[in-house]
């Protein structure tokens, strides 16, 4: 591939297959990447394939993989990176096991330092994950495949609506939806399920298909690390939960936020403040669909009724359709209805989120003034048992819920 030998082969990736190679002349070890022919065929993966190219030359970061050349050989475009002598975390895990916290600390701070310049120069990498982050021998962490990369300037669309980029297990659930769309929090999603991974050895979510996944991954249905692994720090603990969370609002605002929260300077750094455990224990908790209509009014004094529908519900808090909006922190008391019977419930729950839903409604998170017990959930959605919890690769380290 012009002036570069090419050894052995050592990686194949979606677009190209990865070789050791040898400048003929220099004698410079490198690594070249080359475009698959099935690759080739595809406009949008010749494209990808070039973007990759132009963001390895313009990102130069110590934890950056660093693009050296590129060039055409028989047609065929290949690019040259800096070799990289060891191997990814993904193999390491997978050979040796979870890592000591402190090296698995080490290695996603020093990614997170490089994905925070890649942000400032508004690019998104989109595919953050243990195979994707090389470790030299003399400990350092390296961020490679920028082929999902996403420029924030570039006025070219290279992914469709309800395309989800990215390796499922470690993708935020947004980009399910819309992969376009993913932005910096989506590698902050990433980078806490790497360290989930790299921490306990096993995956966070365990599921048979990618709609399960998906729902769990909504749910935040995954045990916490040091429910695995209990000598873990609590700080590192928590970023982990924090990183991991469904919503984006929720999630250390950046990854240098996040490098933050894992070193213990919680405070030094503009932003939030941090969720208590029980916070995102409350968040945790498992839901329940129900199709249960109900009706709200404001607390206190407000005489006016209005009609709801009830989404889904947990021990913790409730989330409602509402014709109308209300504003965070406002307080309500829901009277769950039985179409079927003269049965209601009243609750007294308290606005923590506000979305716009379709057909001019509002969708609202709430959480209890007082938690429901299992009895008393049980009760609310009939036949639906909340003590059984459905988990079809069930982990041999992890507690029954």
Same mark, same amino acid.
């Given at each position: 591939?012009?002036?570069?030998e090419?050894l052995?082969?050592?990686?194949?990736?979606?677009?190209?297959?990865?070789?050791?190679? /040898?400048?003929v002349?220099?004698?410079?070890?490198?690594?070249?990447?080359?475009?698959?022919?099935e690759?080739?065929?595809e406009?949008?993966?010749? &494209? /990808?394939?070039?973007?990759?190219?132009?963001?390895?030359?313009?990102?130069?970061?110590?934890?950056?993989v660093?693009?050296?050349?590129?060039?055409?050989?028989?047609?065929?475009?290949?690019l040259?990176?800096?070799?990289?002598?060891?191997?990814?975390?993904?193999q390491?895990?997978?050979?040796h096991?979870?890592?000591?916290?402190? !090296?698995? =600390?080490?290695?996603?701070?020093q990614?997170? !330092?490089?994905?925070? $310049?890649?942000?400032q120069? &508004?690019?998104?990498?989109?595919d953050?994950?243990? !195979?994707?982050?090389?470790?030299?021998?003399?400990g350092?962490? &390296?961020?490679?495949?920028?082929?999902l990369?996403?420029d924030l300037?570039?006025?070219?669309?290279?992914? &469709?609506?309800?395309s989800?980029?990215?390796?499922?297990?470690?993708?935020?659930?947004?980009?399910?939806?819309?992969?376009?769309?993913?932005?910096?929090?989506?590698?902050?999603?990433?980078?806490g399920a790497?360290?989930y991974y790299?921490?306990?050895?096993?995956?966070?979510?365990?599921?048979?298909?990618?709609l399960?996944?998906?729902?769990k991954?909504?749910?935040? !249905?995954?045990?916490?690390?040091?429910?695995?692994?209990?000598t873990?720090?609590?700080?590192?603990?928590h970023?982990?939960?924090?990183a991991?969370?469904?919503?984006?609002?929720?999630?250390?605002?950046?990854?240098?936020?996040?490098?933050?929260?894992?070193?213990?300077s919680?405070?030094?750094?503009?932003?939030?403040?941090?969720?208590s455990?029980?916070a995102?224990? /409350?968040?945790?908790?498992?839901?329940?669909?129900?199709a249960?209509?109900a009706?709200?009014q404001? =607390?206190p004094?407000?005489?006016i009724?209005?009609?709801?529908h009830?989404?889904?519900?947990s021990?913790?808090?409730i989330?409602?359709q509402?014709p109308?909006?209300?504003?965070?922190?406002a307080v309500?008391?829901?009277? $769950?209805?039985?179409?079927?019977?003269?049965?209601?419930?009243?609750?007294?729950?308290?606005?923590?989120?506000?979305?716009?839903?379709?057909?001019?409604?509002?969708?609202?998170?709430?959480?209890?003034a007082?938690p429901?017990?299992?009895?008393? $959930?049980?009760?609310i959605?009939?036949?639906?048992?909340?003590? =059984?919890? =459905?988990q079809?690769?069930p982990l041999?380290?992890?507690?029954?819920?």
């Amino acid at each position: 591939m012009g002036p570069y030998e090419l050894l052995e082969q050592i990686g194949q990736g979606g677009m190209g297959v990865v070789y050791r190679g /040898r400048h003929v002349e220099t004698g410079q070890i490198v690594a070249v990447k080359v475009m698959t022919a099935e690759s080739m065929r595809e406009p949008v993966l010749l &494209k /990808r394939f070039a973007k990759e190219c132009s963001v390895a030359a313009r990102l130069h970061h110590p934890h950056i993989v660093r693009g050296l050349d590129f060039g055409v050989e028989n047609e065929r475009p290949y690019l040259v990176m800096e070799f990289v002598e060891g191997q990814s975390l993904g193999q390491r895990i997978r050979q040796h096991g979870p890592l000591p916290e402190a !090296d698995a =600390v080490r290695f996603i701070v020093q990614i997170a !330092d490089a994905l925070h $310049l890649a942000h400032q120069t &508004k690019l998104i990498h989109r595919d953050v994950k243990p !195979d994707n982050i090389l470790l030299t021998k003399d400990g350092q962490a &390296k961020l490679t495949d920028l082929g999902l990369i996403k420029d924030l300037d570039a006025g070219t669309i290279l992914t &469709k609506p309800r395309s989800a980029m990215g390796t499922v297990v470690f993708t935020a659930p947004e980009q399910f939806e819309n992969a376009h769309e993913a932005n910096a929090l989506c590698d902050v999603y990433g980078l806490g399920a790497t360290l989930y991974y790299a921490l306990t050895g096993v995956m966070p979510f365990q599921a048979r298909g990618n709609l399960t996944l998906l729902q769990k991954k909504l749910r935040n !249905d995954f045990p916490t690390p040091r429910r695995l692994v209990p000598t873990l720090s609590e700080h590192v603990d928590h970023a982990v939960c924090m990183a991991l969370d469904s919503r984006p609002d929720r999630r250390p605002a950046s990854c240098q936020r996040l490098a933050g929260l894992l070193s213990g300077s919680w405070s030094d750094e503009k932003g939030g403040g941090v969720d208590s455990p029980d916070a995102i224990e /409350r968040r945790r908790a498992p839901r329940f669909p129900s199709a249960r209509p109900a009706t709200f009014q404001m =607390v206190p004094g407000e005489p006016i009724k209005w009609r709801a529908h009830v989404n889904d519900i947990s021990l913790t808090g409730i989330c409602l359709q509402l014709p109308c909006r209300c504003e965070r922190d406002a307080v309500l008391s829901v009277e $769950l209805l039985d179409e079927h019977s003269d049965f209601s419930v009243n609750l007294v729950v308290r606005v923590t989120w506000v979305r716009e839903g379709m057909n001019s409604s509002w969708r609202i998170g709430c959480v209890f003034a007082q938690p429901l017990t299992e009895a008393e $959930l049980t009760v609310i959605l009939g036949d639906i048992d909340p003590t =059984v919890v =459905v988990q079809p690769n069930p982990l041999p380290q992890q507690a029954a819920r």
